[in-house]
């Protein structure tokens, strides 16, 4: 059974970084690709970006300038960095495995997902 | 990118079927047989209902069913539960390895 939780400050500043760490257990950040989804209060889901295979990037088009997404094998851990916040960006932030099917193979779905982390942006 | 179609609420009573639509475009759900299905309870995580476009995973009921026609995918829920009351997300990959989530829907069992 993969179990994801994501730790990380709750409050950031307006223009400063929102750094939000995802650990894994039961899975192995090396063999699968894994992902940041966000949802602000009140609305829908949204999808953040993706890391795999020892460091393979992918980001939404409209946050690229603004995230990262990075890896810490010997942790078994991704985390996630986005600069520049504003309290546009309050939401609760998932980590969530993408899953492999189909064929040929190719990345298709959310399967495990952390609880989430509610992330404010306030002064 | 924008966000796939959905309605804003539909609702039935118990017993009933419902259906969900999520219309995208010819570069995301028209283009892959990659749309999947979330039901998300408040307070909780999304939990995978299908996957592309009509397959469900083990465990979840056969009360779910997944469809797709062009552009325009749909969820239906047959016999409707009270536990099935919650907000539903369609999530289609979009190509150049970027996925897209609809809007979100908010069904309601009367």
């Known amino acids: 059974q993969v179990q994801l939780q994501e730790s990380g400050p709750r409050l950031v500043k307006p223009s400063e970084t929102l750094s939000l760490t995802c650990t894994v257990s039961g899975g192995s950040i090396s063999s699968d690709y894994w992902s940041w989804v966000r949802q602000p209060p009140g609305k829908g889901l949204e999808w953040l970006g993706y890391?795999?295979?020892?460091?393979?990037?992918n980001y939404s088009p409209s946050l690229r300038s603004r995230v990262t997404i990075s890896e810490d094998t010997s942790k078994n851990q991704f985390s996630l960095k986005l600069n520049s916040v504003t309290a546009a960006d309050t939401a609760v932030y998932y980590c969530a495995r993408v899953l492999i099917s189909g064929s040929p193979p190719w990345p298709s779905y959310f399967d495990y997902w952390g609880q989430g982390a509610l992330v404010t942006v306030s002064s | 990118q924008s966000a796939l179609t959905q309605p804003a609420s539909v609702s039935g009573s118990p017993g009933q079927s419902i259906t969900i639509s999520c219309t995208g475009t010819t570069t995301d759900v028209g283009s892959y047989n990659l749309v999947s299905w979330y039901q998300q309870h408040p307070g909780k995580a999304p939990k995978v209902l299908i996957y592309?476009?009509?397959k469900r995973p083990s465990g979840i009921s056969y009360r779910f069913s997944g469809s797709k026609s062009g552009n325009t995918a749909s969820l239906t829920i047959s016999g409707l539960q009270a536990e099935d009351e919650a907000d539903y997300y369609c999530c289609s990959y979009a190509g150049s390895a970027t996925w897209v989530f609809g809007g979100g829907t908010s069904l309601t069992v009367l």
């Open positions: 890391i795999y295979s020892s460091g393979i990037t």
């Open positions: 592309d476009d009509t």
